[in-house]
């Protein structure tokens, strides 16, 4: 079975910096590409960032430049390093990976506000 864990939202201030973590439990996780979606309040999920297996990454448009999306095959886990946080990047963050079917963490939240 598939789990997804995610941790480190919090708030922070606009312009503050967070690191999200994605912890799974996949065989074979290097095989796998990651995602990282997000959902703000009244507002449809979407894709915020990708990384393939070999590593190559995308963003989407609002997030390019800010954040960064990595991995550690040996630990299992996907990183979103969010900089230069803006209010409307508040929302909750989902890891995603397609392993057959969509399996979804369970989300964390990232407020940014002063």
């Known amino acids: 079975q598939v789990q997804l864990v995610e941790s480190g939202g919090g708030l922070v201030q606009p312009g503050g910096s967070l690191r999200l973590s994605c912890a799974a439990s996949?065989?074979?996780?290097?095989?796998?590409?990651i995602d990282w979606y997000r959902q703000a309040p009244g507002k449809q999920r979407e894709l915020v960032a990708s990384?393939?297996?070999?590593?190559?990454?995308n963003y989407a448009d609002p997030v390019k430049g800010r954040f960064t999306i990595s991995r550690d095959n040996a630990k299992k886990t996907t990183y979103l390093q969010m900089n230069s946080l803006k209010p409307e990047d508040t929302a909750v963050y989902y890891c995603?990976?397609?392993?057959?079917?969509?399996?979804w963490g369970q989300g964390t939240q990232v407020t940014v506000s002063s």
């Open positions: 990384i393939a297996k070999r590593g190559s990454t």
């Open positions: 995603h990976v397609y392993v057959g079917l969509d399996y």
């Open positions: 996949i065989t074979f996780f290097s095989m796998y590409a």
